[in-house]
């Protein structure tokens, strides 16, 4: 009878183990181009993603980087123009066309500045919208000019992965 007990203890152990295995994260963080350092933002310390350059349409040497990053459990974007004297409005949209047609818009909700820098906060439906489709075209509005902006499939397929990478990342407290 104990016997049975224990083959029957060691079969349940064994089912428990190999379903808690099965529960293991899709991707390992070790591979996710996430860096943190001891720089803080607002006084809070921040984990980036690697960022993504993008060339504007029809300009030969005007640039912009797109770089993911998040701080205190939020996810966020951020895009600035290395453009001399880009100023840029509170609430100024950026406005995503995605390969299937459809047109979704993301508000700066950085200060004004003239620096061409753009800060957005992602909300859950915005990550959900840049994980299931490919960005065709991107467009930044600032009080001068328009930029508009064409991500390779490459770029798209950056921007899925390191969305994913920071949602399972953990930002380090201070040592």
């Known amino acids: 009878m104990n016997v049975l007990k224990i083959l029957l203890l060691v079969g349940l152990f ?4 190999s379903i808690k295995a099965q529960k293991v994260k899709q991707i390992d963080t070790l591979s996710c181009p996430i860096t ?3 720089l803080l933002l607002s006084g809070k310390l921040f984990a980036s993603a690697t960022p993504i350059l993008l060339r504007v349409y029809n300009e030969d040497y005007e640039y912009a980087v797109f770089q993911l990053g998040k701080r205190r459990g939020s996810i966020y974007l951020y895009f600035k123009i290395f453009t001399d004297n880009v100023c840029v409005k509170q609430e100024q949209p950026l406005e995503l066309y995605f390969k299937n047609g ?3 818009i993301l508000k700066n909700t950085f200060k004004v500045n003239c620096d061409g820098t753009a800060a957005l906060e992602l909300s859950r439906r915005d990550i959900k919208k ?9 467009k930044f509005f600032t009080l001068k ?3 508009e902006f064409s991500p390779t499939e490459t770029d798209n397929q950056n921007i899925r992965f390191y969305l994913h990478c920071l949602k399972l990342y953990k930002v380090r407290k201070k040592k």
Do not use: A, G, K, V
Request: aromatic share 10%.
């Open 14 to 17: 064994s089912i428990t183990n």
């Open 36 to 38: 943190q350092n001891d």
């Open 102 to 104: 459809e047109m979704y």
């Open 130 to 138: 840049l994980m299931s489709n490919s960005i065709n075209t991107i």
């Open 145 to 147: 000019r328009d930029y």
